[in-house]
């Protein structure tokens, strides 16, 4: 696992990603950074976004509709509770340029959804969540040693410099001052506070 402590080095291994320098990379980080943010600025449009709320057949499907195109999967915890899955998504997460994608059923999908049963994908894979803690099952410790893994760390002065940099129409130094003496606080915090203020609650 590599550490990394910037906005600037954070923005510029998503860069890299999106040239398509890694195959399967994974940005851990508390809640309220702004890895979601970044990572949608970074990576724009063209890119199939999934959610921890993908069942496994939409997941399956969602990917065949977007052949090639990057899968961001944000928020990944909940697609790691169940087996198949994970044996789904290692399938995508293979470092080969082509992956070969199954979905083994008896199920008629071809006629009832218009999906084939096996196809190929160039897709490369991202994965920002909060924390990997959770994940313990061998089949998840399989599927991690496939990827390049970041850990975000920003300490409290690069949140502070990013607050003043990046969030200038809300920018409030009296709310940054009084976060400041807090052992921790995040982007997120400081947008509530902002907000809070504006409505006259503190």
Same mark, same amino acid.
């Given at each position: 696992m590599l550490q990394i402590n910037t906005y600037s080095r954070l923005r510029? !291994?998503?860069?890299?990603?999106? &040239?398509? /320098?890694f195959d399967f990379l994974i940005i851990i980080g508390s809640a309220g950074l702004g890895k979601t943010y970044n990572t949608r600025q970074i990576l724009g449009k063209k890119v199939c976004y999934i959610?921890?709320?993908?069942?496994?057949?939409?997941?399956?499907?969602?990917?065949?509709?977007?052949k090639d195109l990057p899968l961001w999967f944000d928020d990944v915890e909940g697609l790691?509770? &169940?087996? &198949?899955?994970i044996g789904l998504l290692k399938q995508f997460c293979e470092t080969t340029e082509t992956k070969i994608i199954q979905y083994n059923t008896s199920w008629a999908m071809e006629e009832s959804r218009d !999906?084939?049963?096996?196809?190929? /994908?160039k897709s490369k894979v991202i994965? /920002?969540?909060?924390?990997?803690?959770?994940?313990?099952? &061998?089949?998840?410790?399989?599927?991690?040693?496939r990827a390049i893994i970041i850990n975000f760390v920003p300490?409290?002065?690069?949140?502070?410099?990013?607050?003043?940099t990046n969030l200038k129409s809300i920018y409030?130094?009296?709310?940054?001052?009084?976060?400041?003496?807090?052992?921790?606080f995040s982007l997120r915090d400081y947008i509530k506070s902002v907000q809070l203020k504006k409505a006259g609650l503190i």
């Open positions: 510029k !291994v998503l860069r890299e990603f999106k &040239k398509g /320098t959610n921890s709320h993908s069942t496994l057949l939409g997941l399956y499907q969602q990917a065949y509709e977007n790691f509770e &169940k087996n &198949k899955m !999906v084939p049963k096996v196809f190929e /994908t994965m /920002t969540s909060n924390s990997l803690t959770r994940l313990q099952n &061998k089949g998840v410790q399989s599927l991690l040693d300490s409290k002065e690069e949140i502070t410099t990013y607050i003043r409030d130094k009296s709310i940054l001052e009084n976060l400041q003496i807090k052992e921790n």
